[in-house]
């Protein structure tokens, strides 16, 4: 095998993985949500969590989690879904705020009834805010939402779209 077969192997396997991680980071870049803890979140005491040697506290003392979603358009609506299990339909609240959708809400943690430690926390918990482009107007006062089986559902119907107008400007 000659050098240059194996420069060109390395550099085909290089650009694989530098393809992968630029569209896995393209995907979440937007999916990446902020979880804020408070007191109504009803976390454990970091006294009852086992953290891994070396953790900077994980997923726990991040906050961080992805909240996965897509976006579905058609001729008359567009239909977002995302993707947020453990919680009940009264902790979001949705509007469309000009191009964007902006889902509030709060995952709350659900305690054992039993003594015991966390081995493992990796599910983020408190109040989040996940903002999804929409990429047509639409008639965000008829929208609606269902949540169902872990999945937020939104349907929007789009606005007509408006014919060009045109206006005749003095030049003062």
Do not use: N
């Not at 870049?29 to 891994?52: H, N, V, Y």
């Not at 239909?79 to 453990?86: H, I, Q």
């Not at 902790?91 to 305690?111: T, Y």
């Amino acid at each position: 095998m000659k050098v240059d077969d194996i420069r060109q192997g390395v550099e085909s396997w290089w650009d694989k993985v530098h393809d992968g991680w630029g569209r896995l980071r393209d995907s979440a870049a937007g999916a990446l949500t902020r979880f804020r803890a408070d007191e109504t979140s009803r976390l454990p005491a970091a006294a009852d969590i086992d953290l891994p040697a070396g953790s900077a506290g994980g997923a726990f003392g991040a906050g961080w989690a992805l909240i996965g979603g897509d976006v579905f358009e058609d001729e008359r609506r567009l239909v977002v879904r995302l993707e947020v299990p453990g919680m009940a339909r009264e902790d979001f609240d949705i509007e469309v705020q000009g191009s964007e959708l902006m889902v509030r809400g709060e995952k709350r943690f659900e305690r054992e009834d039993t003594q015991g430690r966390w081995r493992v926390l990796q599910c983020a918990y408190g109040s989040f805010v996940r903002r999804v482009p929409l990429p047509a107007a639409v008639k965000g006062e008829q929208a609606r939402a269902v949540y169902r089986e872990g999945v937020l559902k939104i349907e929007l119907p789009k606005t007509e779209p408006q014919a060009p107008r045109s206006r005749t400007i003095a030049v003062g």
